[in-house]
């Protein structure tokens, strides 16, 4: 199960478990982007149960969650990919975008995490994977302040679960993206001329992240392969966090 699999990372995710061999319950808000997805997958043939759902909504999680109990009958791996962070000012930002930020990222999250939890603690097993960012170890500025409290919650969550389930057999871990890109980041981008060099210049491998560049790491943690894997918090961000702010790249550009 993945949300946010009409595109980007979720999209990604959802394509590599499927090669490697899963069925896989498909949510997002986006009808059309799900569908493509849906398709893909089953023309690698495995099945594929695309659901518009809102995962800031827990009456709709709920519901989407009996829908996949009634086609597939249970749920091995969960992915939260899906949420949007509503960027403002501090001091400016409203409550009610602070609010909607948080029940995007954080009350989804935990309602996902929630009711496939219960599900994996019946069956005895189960793999969960929290997309965080590294907005929840360092400070991104820029008017993230909502987004990245609320990501510092995400990666609680996850310790916090991990500690509670994985004896039971349920793990949970976070990868954490730096810049990947994506519609909403080219945009900014766009807006913003100078933003890609301000992010290349803290990313030692020189580029930029692809939604690609998950996929290992989706089948990793959702197989047998990573089962003493439990609690982890993993970077996905060519370097970043490891250089410090007043670090210089070697190399000016990739070898």
Same mark, same amino acid.
């Given at each position: ?24 319950? !498909?949510?997002?808000?986006? =009808?059309?982007? /799900?569908?493509?997805?849906?398709? +893909?997958? @089953?023309? $690698? ?41 509503? !960027?403002?000012?501090?001091? =400016?930002?409203? /409550?009610?975008?602070?609010?909607? +930020?948080? @029940?995007? $990222? ?150």
């Amino acid at each position: 199960m993945i949300s946010g699999a009409a595109q980007g990372l979720g999209r990604a995710m959802s394509l590599a478990v499927a090669e490697f061999g899963a069925d896989v319950v !498909l949510l997002d808000l986006n =009808e059309e982007g /799900l569908t493509k997805t849906a398709e +893909t997958i @089953r023309s $690698l043939g495995r099945r594929a149960l695309p659901i518009r759902c809102n995962v800031s909504e827990p009456e709709q999680i709920r519901a989407m969650f009996s829908q996949a109990d009634r086609e597939f009958g249970r749920v091995d791996f969960l992915a939260n990919v899906a949420g949007e962070g509503i !960027l403002g000012k501090p001091e =400016e930002i409203s /409550l009610a975008d602070v609010e909607q +930020t948080w @029940r995007n $990222l954080v009350l989804g999250r935990f309602c996902m995490c929630q009711e496939a939890g219960r599900r994996m603690l019946a069956q005895g097993r189960g793999s969960i994977v929290n997309i965080g960012s590294i907005a929840s170890q360092s400070a991104l500025g820029r008017s993230h302040i909502a987004y990245s409290m609320a990501m510092g919650a995400v990666i609680q969550m996850t310790r916090e679960l991990s500690t509670e389930w994985s004896s039971a057999g349920v793990r949970v871990n976070s990868i954490l993206p730096a810049q990947v890109v994506n519609p909403s980041l080219e945009k900014r981008m766009a807006e913003d001329p100078n933003l890609k060099t301000k992010f290349l210049s803290g990313i030692p491998t020189g580029r930029m992240g692809q939604p690609s560049d998950i996929q290992g790491l989706a089948v990793f943690l959702a197989s047998d392969a990573s089962s003493w894997i439990t609690g982890a918090i993993i970077p996905m961000d060519g370097g970043n966090t490891a250089m410090n702010a007043g670090g210089t790249r070697r190399y000016p550009n990739p070898v």
